[in-house]
């Protein structure tokens, strides 16, 4: 599978980089958390989600197009199709659109899959479409009271949920809507709200939304990725909203890394990127929903 990977890009002339797994930073997304590591000098370092930032500070220092393979980490990220360590395939092209990357991101999971035929019955869904033919909701007007019924949530979820409505969306969208995409096929979900969006470039006809997709193989999420946001002033005001979050939903509030606010001011060129889990690859490859079948030392719990 990691053979396939390379030779994929290395037949795009794109250069492979390795950046560091750990630093004095991390990430704000609200739904991910870090491992931290503790030093015998008083000083807590974090073990990367994501080679992201790093990447982009290559491509704002004159890099080309770059890929990375590398394994990457997530707290408190344990289930079925999730682990706290993992392998994560992620790269950048520059001058590339919405419809370049998808393009290339479901070539890229049909050679590492060799099954080139798969590209050939994708089916590419707005964000709105997905939940409009798949839950019978309005993604973008549904109440949050809709959204729970949909969700047939009871008083307990209700009452966790309360009004986040971006939660309600993640959870009917892996719960309702990716449970009836077509079994082994590509299903794309592209122009999520701008909410889910942190690092992403808002579509240029619509602002409620971002030029972010997701690629599904059956139900099962495969790749994400978006047209990169350039704008250093935009990129700190969602930093400061995702701590914000951070803040009200009582989670850890991390070291934010003012490195990738400074390479956007640098100039970052305009680029998208995307990533892939590679375990997911593998159970695709094997048909199984279960991480732990393709992973041969499995994190204990």
């Not at 959204?147 to 009452?159: G, I, P, Q, V």
């Not at 971002?210 to 704008?231: C, H, P, Q, S, W």
Request: aromatic share 8%.
């Amino acid at each position: 599978m990691l053979e396939r990977a390379r030779s994929f890009f290395r037949m795009r002339g794109v250069l492979a980089v390795d950046t560091p797994a750990l630093s004095p930073f991390a990430g704000s997304d609200p739904n991910i958390d870090s491992l931290a590591v503790h030093s015998q000098f008083g000083n807590d370092r974090y073990l990367h989600t994501s080679p992201e930032f790093c990447m982009k500070r290559l491509l704002a220092a004159g890099y080309p197009d770059i890929y990375s393979i590398c394994r990457v980490y997530r707290d408190g990220e344990s289930g079925m199709r999730h682990m706290p360590e993992f392998t994560m395939v992620e790269w950048y092209r520059r001058g590339f659109g919405l419809g370049s990357i998808i393009d290339e991101t479901s070539e890229f999971i049909a050679g590492c899959l060799d099954a080139p035929q798969l590209p050939e019955s994708i089916e590419v869904l707005s964000y709105a479409d997905a939940f409009t033919k798949h839950a019978g909701v309005d993604a973008f007007t549904a109440s949050i009271g809709e959204l729970a019924a949909c969700a047939a949530a009871d008083e307990r979820l209700r009452h966790e949920l309360a009004d986040d409505r971006d939660t309600w969306l993640e959870l009917l969208l892996s719960t309702v809507v990716a449970p009836r995409f077509p079994d082994r096929r590509l299903t794309v979900v592209q122009h999520y709200p701008a909410s889910q969006a942190a690092l992403a470039r808002l579509c240029p006809d619509d602002d409620r939304v971002a030029d972010r997709f997701e690629i599904f193989y059956g139900k099962m999420e495969l790749a994400n990725g978006y047209v990169e946001l350039t704008d250093t002033d935009e990129q700190r005001r969602r930093i400061d909203q995702d701590l914000e979050k951070r803040q009200r939903l009582g989670r850890n509030i991390y070291p934010w890394d003012r490195t990738l606010v400074s390479a956007l001011k640098h100039g970052l060129p305009e680029c998208a990127g995307v990533a892939v889990g590679v375990e997911r690859l593998q159970m695709a490859m094997d048909r199984t929903d279960e991480i732990r079948d393709v992973i041969t030392f499995p994190t204990e719990s």
